[in-house]
């Protein structure tokens, strides 16, 4: 019971740290960090723990980037639903929507080849 309470706990005490770290960037990288926030949650990993480790790592690069003055266009690229996808890809190993596109493609190449008989 102890262990429930405590991982509850710190993901909450985690939560509010990065809420804060994120209320210091300044508003043009905060409103960058928002929009691929909202983007982890509706098409990021399925687990608690690799969303915790995805927001992370997105709050540090943005940090660093606004310490160092880099554009924001520098670090999303020309298309940033790009780099979005290709950010979130990093902590979504095996989701749902993987695990049913890769059934998909076996079922659909299964069809194929026995259409070409």
């Given at each position: 019971m102890m262990s429930i309470l405590n991982k509850i706990?710190?993901?909450k005490k985690q939560w509010k740290l990065y809420k804060?770290?994120?209320k210091q960037l300044p508003a043009n990288y905060r409103a960058?960090?928002?929009a691929l926030e909202r983007h982890i949650f509706y098409c990021g990993p399925e687990t608690g723990d690799a969303t915790a480790r995805a927001l992370d790592d997105l709050i540090d690069l943005f940090?660093?980037?606004a310490a160092?003055?880099?554009?924001?266009r520098d670090i999303v690229g020309e298309n940033p639903a790009d780099f979005?996808?290709?950010?979130?890809?990093?902590?979504?190993?095996?989701?749902?929507?993987?695990?049913?596109?890769?059934?998909?493609n076996e079922a659909l190449e299964a069809a194929i080849v026995q259409d070409n008989r």
């Open positions: 706990l710190g993901e804060a770290r994120k960058a960090v928002d940090e660093q980037s160092l003055g880099t554009p924001i979005a996808e290709a950010f979130v890809s990093n902590y979504t190993q095996d989701t749902w929507r993987e695990r049913q596109v890769r059934r998909v």
